[in-house]
Structure formats: structure tokens, C-alpha cells
């Protein structure tokens, strides 16, 4: 069975062994780039490919449901990924404060969380004002419209190279920028995000 969109339009529903080629197609599709990021922004190659796993096998149960354009399951696949990612760290901060005595854990009041967050905004917002304005924009597209970077670079009118390039010097950057104020770029990635 091929990844196009007339295969949602088949009445005729397909049998296991399509299914299992989808899956088998998929898989060699995406499983190493979905594995990527979840190890970038988890720094464990364990739970990167948990992540992997889960988003196939929640893929895998709804994938009567999910619309069989390529690019619908891809979203499908990365977001899924990426709520993974989101769940993986919130459960690294619970179990942070699940190794200290508990009259040693002190909450913090929303008012505080939400301080901190707008905090937060604040000094992305900075930094990436501080980013010459084409990189800005590359890294706008890419982090905050969701686009890749052949969908930058064809938009842009410049190579997908080009789009990397300036993503890595974005990301570099960052880091050096979000260190100096002693804050994890990734951290501050996923909260404004989430």
C-alpha cells in the first residue's frame, strides 16, 4: 500500500499485511528522526526511543482515524512526539522533588510559576530580537510556525543548507546566551512552548 492521498479515499479497507507495510514504511520513515529529537531534548537515548515507541504504537491505534496523507501523519507522528517529550520532562520534575523529604518541599504559588514564565518569555523574546533579522526569521518558521526547513527554504527562496545553518548559529547562540544568565535552553524551549 503507497503513502498518497487517494489511499484514505479506497472504500475497500485494507488488509493486515497493508497495514503492517504502512507501519513497517512509516516506521523506516520517521522513527530515526522522531528519535532525534527526543533525544536532543531529553539527553537520554533510553526514553528517546520510549518516545519513539509510544508515538508509533498511539499512531498505531488511531490510524483508522488519522487521514492517510503523508504529510497528516507526519504531523500526527512529531506532535505526538513532542507531547511525549513534554510529559517526560514534567514527570523528571516531579520526580526531583520525590527525592527530598517532603517538609522540605516547598511549593510555589501560581503567581510565582507565572512570574517566572513571563520571566521567561521576556528573555527569549530579548534574545531572539539580539539575532540578525534573516536567522530570526528562519528560526521563527522553524521553532514557532512548525515549518522544516525545506518549507523554509523554499519559502525564502535559499538552500536547505542555508536554513541549517542559520537554525545551528540561532540555537548556538541561545545556549551561549540563556547559559550566561544561568538558564538550560532546552528547559526554557519546551515551558515557553508548553
Known amino acids: 500500500m503507497k503513502l498518497t492521498k487517494n489511499a484514505s479515499e479506497n472504500p475497500i479497507s485494507p488488509s493486515a499485511e497493508d497495514d503492517r507495510h504502512l507501519f513497517k514504511l512509516l516506521f523506516k520513515q520517521h522513527a530515526?528522526?522522531?528519535y532525534r529529537m527526543a533525544n536532543n531534548l531529553l539527553r537520554s537515548r533510553v526514553e528517546a526511543q520510549e518516545v519513539v515507541q509510544e508515538c508509533f504504537l498511539k499512531y498505531w491505534e488511531k490510524r483508522h482515524t488519522i487521514s492517510a496523507d503523508p504529510a497528516t501523519i507526519r504531523g500526527y507522528l512529531y506532535t505526538s512526539a513532542y507531547h511525549a517529550v513534554l510529559l517526560q520532562v514534567r514527570r523528571q520534575r516531579r520526580w526531583v522533588y520525590q527525592d527530598y523529604p517532603e517538609d522540605l518541599i516547598v511549593e510555589q504559588e501560581p503567581q510565582t510559576i507565572a512570574l517566572?514564565?513571563?520571566e521567561l518569555t521576556v528573555l527569549y523574546t530579548h534574545a531572539l530580537a539580539q539575532l540578525p533579522t534573516k536567522r530570526r526569521l528562519v528560526f521563527a518558521m522553524s521553532r514557532q510556525q512548525g515549518l522544516s526547513n525545506a518549507m523554509i527554504a523554499q519559502e525564502l527562496n535559499i538552500s536547505v543548507k542555508m536554513v541549517e545553518a542559520q537554525i545551528t548559529q540561532a540555537l548556538k547562540f541561545l545556549r551561549t546566551y540563556f547559559r550566561a544568565h544561568g538558564i538550560v535552553?532546552?528547559?526554557?524551549l519546551l515551558l515557553l512552548e508548553g
Not at 535552553?185 to 526554557?188: A, G, N, P, Q
Request: glycine content about 10%.
Open 32 to 34: 530515526s528522526g522522531i
Open 116 to 118: 517566572e514564565h513571563q
Open 185 to 188: 535552553l532546552t528547559l526554557v
